[in-house]
């Protein structure tokens, strides 16, 4: 059995991730996962211990390497993608196979370190959101390759600005990967605005226009006020199609890409288009500080 920690407790997704792998009451439990996470970490200790003791978590750590020699992998799921780096950081130099939770980072250096840190070791890892293995995700792609090559296309999804977690990249991350699972990597500029604020904090709806050098484009709607929801719609040189995405099972999907990779699969996504995702993110932060194009080679 594959006995694995979790690094941070602030974010539901180590519920998610718990339910399906300890929970043998819970709808999501995945009987045949052969693994168990036995340990986590957290910086409030109140939340951990609620998340220890609902998921069936058998021992809660001082600090976060506390896991080292405890655990088989580690899940880093905190919210806040600029920790991350500091997060794994032994347990990559330690061989231990680890997952990050999106975004995997904030700052597109991280990120670059983290990747290369885990190719230096020779570590299983890997980094996504989970949405982009949602069954009617992976349905969506399959039939994208029948457009004839995605020309335009618009990614709706939610995402704030002005959050204690990093900024837009904390959300905007989900539609970026799907963005970039779609229409492939290699994005060169990024254009964005920010409409007028709507919350407390004063976010407002943000759109940003992604390019390639073989002249596709891409639209992210990031929204504050509309409803909940994960929207795609992509123009082929053939054909176009739209969905409006169920995602209710991309915690169950997305695991069994995570449990895999770390048992040593190749990772279903390349560092470089992890890197890239991140690149985007502060590329979006960068425009709408300047009001002008970025250009994703400047980061």
């Known amino acids: 059995m594959l006995k694995i920690g979790i690094l941070g407790s602030d974010n539901s997704h180590a519920e998610r991730f718990s339910e399906i792998l300890n929970r043998t009451d819970h709808r999501d439990y995945w009987p045949d996962a052969d693994a168990k996470v036995v340990a986590i970490w957290g910086a409030e200790p109140e ?6 003791q609902n998921n069936l978590i058998d021992e809660i750590v001082p600090t976060p390497e506390a896991m080292l020699g405890k655990v088989d992998a580690v899940f880093c799921v905190t919210r806040h993608g600029g920790l991350h780096r500091e997060l794994v950081r032994p347990y990559l130099e330690a061989g231990i196979p680890t997952f990050v939770d999106k975004p995997l980072a904030v700052d597109p250096a991280d990120a670059r370190a983290i990747t290369e840190l885990a190719a230096a070791h020779k570590t299983p890892f890997t980094s996504f959101s989970t949405v982009r293995f949602s069954a009617d995700t992976e349905r969506f792609l399959a039939d994208a390759a029948q457009l004839g090559d995605i020309r335009a296309a618009i990614y709706t999804g939610p995402a704030s600005r002005r959050n204690p977690y990093g900024g837009m990249i904390f959300y905007a991350i989900h539609s970026i990967e799907l963005m970039l699972m779609m229409q492939g990597s290699g994005v060169e500029w990024v254009h964005a605005l ?28 990031f929204t504050v006020d509309a409803k909940y929801s994960f929207q795609i719609s992509a123009l082929g040189r053939n054909a176009t199609k739209h969905v409006a995405l169920d995602i209710s099972d991309c915690y169950r999907q997305g695991i069994k890409h995570i449990l895999a990779t770390l048992r040593g699969a190749a990772s279903p996504v ?20 300047q ?7 400047a980061l």
């Open 47 to 52: 939340r951990t211990q609620q998340v220890a």
């Open 270 to 289: 390349a560092p470089a288009e992890m890197v890239e995702a991140i690149q985007i993110g502060a590329a979006i932060e960068r425009s709408l500080d």
């Open 194 to 221: 920010e409409g007028a604020g709507i919350d407390q904090a004063g976010n407002g709806n943000v759109v940003a226009t992604c390019a390639w050098a073989n002249g596709a484009t891409a639209t992210l709607h």
């Open 291 to 297: 009001g002008e194009r970025v250009f994703l080679k």
